[in-house]
C-alpha cells in the first residue's frame, strides 16, 4: 500500500461507532500554534470538513462553510467532531458540526452547504480576475513556510509509522512585500501547492478539506517574515493571537493540490484590536477562482517590533 500524503493524514477523521452514528473523531495531528498549546485553526477547518462529507451522500460538493472558534482548542488532545444533518434535498443538503474535547464544551461550530454539481445553463459566468504578478513564476521566488513562523507538527513518531515526514504541508513562493501608507491596509500576493500528493490527494474530499486548511495560514504573515528586512516597524508591531471566524466559498471541487495556485491577500479593516482578512485563490494555469475566503481576528500590538 501507498504510503499517504501529509494532507492526507492531517485532514483524516475516523468514526466513533460507540458515540453515534455521526460523531467522528481526529485521526491525523493538530498543528499547534507557535506559541502555547493551542491548535492551528486550520487544522480544525480542515478536519471539520472531512467529517462532514462523510455524512453526504455521494455526488454533492461543499461550496460553503460559515464556521465560529468559540474556544481555544489543544493541539495535544483528540478532537470529536459532531455532525447534525439539517437538511437533505434532491440538489442540495446542509449540515452543523460541533467540536469537542474530552466530552467538554463546544469549542467550534460551523454550517457547511453542498450541493450537486451543475451543467452550463447558459446564465452568465464571471469571477474576479486573477491578479497581475509582474510576469514572475514560482521558480523565480525562494520557498517560505510554517517554519518561518514557528507552526509546528507534531506527533512524529505516528507520521513517521505512516511514511510520512512532518514537513511543510504547502509550499509557498510569496512576491516581496509592498510597503503602503496604512499598516492596516496591506495587500500580498504569491504561489501555493501542496508539498507532496498522492491520487487519494485529488479526491475531491481530500482537496477540499486541503482547502479549508489552507485557507486559514496568513499570507500577510507569512510575507512579513519573507520580507522582514522591508517590512515597515508599525506593521511588525501587528500580531493576529485569535481567530473569530472563517467564511469560506469553495467555487471548484476539482482543484489539483499539486499545481500552482495564485492567492491574493488583504486587510480590509482594523480596529479595536481587531482585523477583517481577506484571501482569494486562482488556478496559476487557468485563471480559475478556485476559493475566496475571510476571517475576522482578535490581533495585539506588540511594544516593540519582533
Not at 51 to 74: C, E, H, M, W
Request: net charge negative; with cysteine; glycine share 8%.
Amino acid at each position: 500500500m501507498a504510503c499517504p500524503s501529509l494532507l492526507e493524514v492531517l485532514v483524516s477523521v475516523a468514526q466513533l461507532p460507540d458515540s453515534g452514528p455521526d460523531i467522528y473523531a481526529s485521526e491525523g495531528p493538530l498543528i499547534q500554534q507557535p506559541v502555547g498549546e493551542d491548535a492551528f485553526g486550520g487544522s480544525i477547518l480542515g478536519q471539520a470538513v472531512s467529517a462532514v462529507n462523510s455524512t453526504v451522500p455521494s455526488g454533492f460538493d461543499i461550496y460553503s462553510a460559515q464556521s465560529s472558534f468559540l474556544r481555544p482548542i489543544k493541539a495535544n488532545q483528540a478532537v470529536a467532531y459532531h455532525v447534525d444533518r439539517i437538511a437533505d434535498g434532491r440538489t442540495s443538503c446542509t449540515r452543523i458540526v460541533r467540536a469537542t474535547q474530552g466530552g467538554g464544551p463546544c469549542l467550534f461550530v460551523s454550517i457547511m452547504a453542498f450541493q450537486k454539481p451543475r451543467t452550463a445553463d447558459g446564465s452568465t459566468a464571471f469571477a474576479d480576475p486573477k491578479p497581475d504578478v509582474g510576469g514572475r513564476t514560482p521558480a523565480d521566488l525562494p520557498r517560505q513556510g510554517f517554519e518561518q513562523i514557528g507552526f509546528q507538527i507534531g506527533q512524529e513518531d505516528k507520521l513517521a509509522r505512516l511514511g510520512v515526514r512532518a514537513e511543510e504541508p504547502f509550499d509557498w513562493r510569496l512576491l516581496p512585500l509592498q510597503p503602503g501608507r496604512d499598516p492596516s491596509q496591506p495587500r500580498t500576493c504569491g504561489f501555493v501547492r501542496a508539498s507532496a500528493t498522492t491520487p487519494l490527494t485529488h479526491s475531491a474530499a481530500v482537496s477540499m478539506a486541503s482547502l479549508a486548511l489552507l485557507s486559514d495560514q496568513s499570507l500577510f504573515e507569512l510575507s512579513l517574515f519573507a520580507n522582514w528586512n522591508s517590512a515597515p516597524d508599525k506593521w511588525r508591531r501587528l500580531a493576529m493571537t485569535i481567530s473569530l471566524n472563517s467564511r469560506i466559498s469553495f467555487h471548484v471541487s476539482t482543484a489539483k493540490l499539486d499545481e500552482w495556485m495564485v492567492c491574493d491577500s488583504g486587510i480590509s479593516w482594523g480596529a479595536n484590536g481587531r482585523l477583517s482578512t481577506n484571501q482569494r485563490f486562482w488556478s496559476h494555469e487557468t485563471g480559475e477562482l478556485l476559493m475566496t475566503c475571510s476571517q475576522d481576528a482578535v490581533i495585539s500590538r506588540q511594544e516593540s517590533a519582533l
